[in-house]
């Protein structure tokens, strides 16, 4: 008879990579193992050899030659005229070797072995690419898109392990198709099922994080710490460094000559506005240099209820908010501070663009009043509510809560 042939069995499991030889021969020899224990009721005296080169194993039962009538328990015993026809020259007290055949067992143990293999080198799969991708979180990886959904996107790793983008994780311009390259940080894994999923973000601020340290290496050497990201992914980023050493300038570092460093992370983020600023504890400097670029007059802390009021030219508080009101949004965010900014303007000679209101007064109402050659407070005010109600589309109750809000500039 010949030995237990299992290279069909072995070849559906050779694509598993995450599994070393050793690992495999273990699997093997357990599943084996726990079938003698199953049919003998233990496997102490057995030996399991398994030769993944071959595709094939052998198992060994060892018994003691004892006297005919003798034998208590066959697993372990095995009587002399039983002995002398594996071997005529065995005496009793002695131990025999047989080898057993796949033949010697059922179909339906055979087929309960290879079930087992199966679900074990599965379950230890899993368990690797869960232990793996847990030590990873946080780290920046790179994979090819394999399939894109409306809601996430299957990427593949080097190694043919699958990981997730969710949408929420995408930066809202990011296109892909199938067979693309994408970076992203891991972002977290979980179980579900007992299946490992691996959800990875372009949308985390680790993620920029991650490409400063491979962009700048006085980042990655600990020169330079970055000491806090903000971000509205795809439209503006705002990062606080610091440097432990006097000789290096942290922004200068991080921008590189001529934006050599940043441009690159800048064109990986879809070209998302970054401002690095310098970390400072002075709390007014500090959100001074966070509402870059808008250049600050003046400001007052309230240490209680974190709020600074922040008073600026009238030609900077555009700048300040930024489009979509994102650079004020996140340098708050930032310095930890509810900020309100306001104009601070002499009423006897300046005028203010009509466009500096855009933080008060909504887009599409300024543009009608742009319309009719109103492009700034003054030249609004000095016409009376009912040409202006003529001359727009404009209701009289908005015109009214216009002119009160230009008016209060003034005062």
């Known amino acids: 008879m010949e030995n237990i042939n299992l290279v069909e069995t072995f070849s559906e499991f050779k694509e598993f990579k995450n599994i070393d030889r050793e690992t495999m021969m273990r699997i093997l020899e357990d599943v084996f193992r726990s079938m003698l224990t199953k049919k003998y009721g233990e496997d102490s005296n057995f030996d399991v050899i398994v030769n993944i080169d071959r595709g094939d194993l052998e198992i060994w039962h060892y018994r003691e030659i004892v006297e005919d009538g003798e034998v208590e328990d066959p697993n372990i015993q095995i009587a002399y005229s039983d002995a002398i026809k594996i071997e005529p020259d065995f005496e009793v007290g002695e131990e025999v070797s047989e080898q057993i055949f796949l033949a010697d067992f059922g179909r339906r143990e055979i087929l309960s072995i290879r079930q087992n293999l199966a679900s074990k080198i599965m379950d230890y799969e899993k368990d690797t690419i869960f232990k793996k991708y847990k030590e990873k979180v946080g780290e920046v990886i790179t994979g090819e898109v394999y399939q894109v959904w409306k809601k996430e996107i299957l990427v593949l790793d080097d190694e043919g392990i699958e990981l997730i983008l969710p949408k929420s994780e995408q930066i809202p311009s990011d296109y892909f198709k199938k067979g693309d390259t994408i970076r992203a940080v891991v972002s977290k894994v979980d179980l579900r099922n007992n299946n490992p999923v691996i959800i990875l973000s372009r949308t985390s601020p680790v993620f920029l994080e991650r490409l400063f340290e491979s962009e700048v290496p006085e980042i990655f050497d600990g020169l330079i710490t970055i000491k806090n990201i903000v971000r509205v992914p795809g439209e503006r980023a705002k990062v606080a460094v610091e440097s432990y050493d006097d ?102 000679s300046e005028d203010v663009a009509l466009q500096d209101f855009s933080d008060e007064i909504d887009q599409w109402i300024i543009d009608e009043l742009k319309n009719i050659g109103c492009d700034t407070a003054k030249s609004v005010l000095e016409l009376d509510t009912q040409e202006l109600v003529d001359r727009t589309d404009l209701e009289e109750e908005t015109i009214m809560e216009v002119v009160n809000i230009l008016k209060a500039e003034f005062e």
Do not use: W
């Open 247 to 348: 000789r290096i300038d942290p922004v200068g570092a991080c921008v590189g000559m001529k934006g050599s460093r940043i441009h690159g992370i800048v064109r990986e983020l879809r070209n998302e506005n970054i401002d690095v600023i310098n970390y400072t504890t002075n709390k007014t400097l500090y959100i001074q240099r966070a509402l870059s670029p808008a250049k600050v007059s003046n400001i007052h802390i309230n240490e209680d209820n974190k709020r600074a009021d922040v008073y600026m030219k009238p030609d900077q508080v555009s700048l300040a908010i930024g489009k979509g009101g994102f650079n004020i949004r996140l340098a708050g965010q930032l310095t930890g501070y509810e900020i309100d900014v306001y104009r601070d303007t002499d009423s006897n």
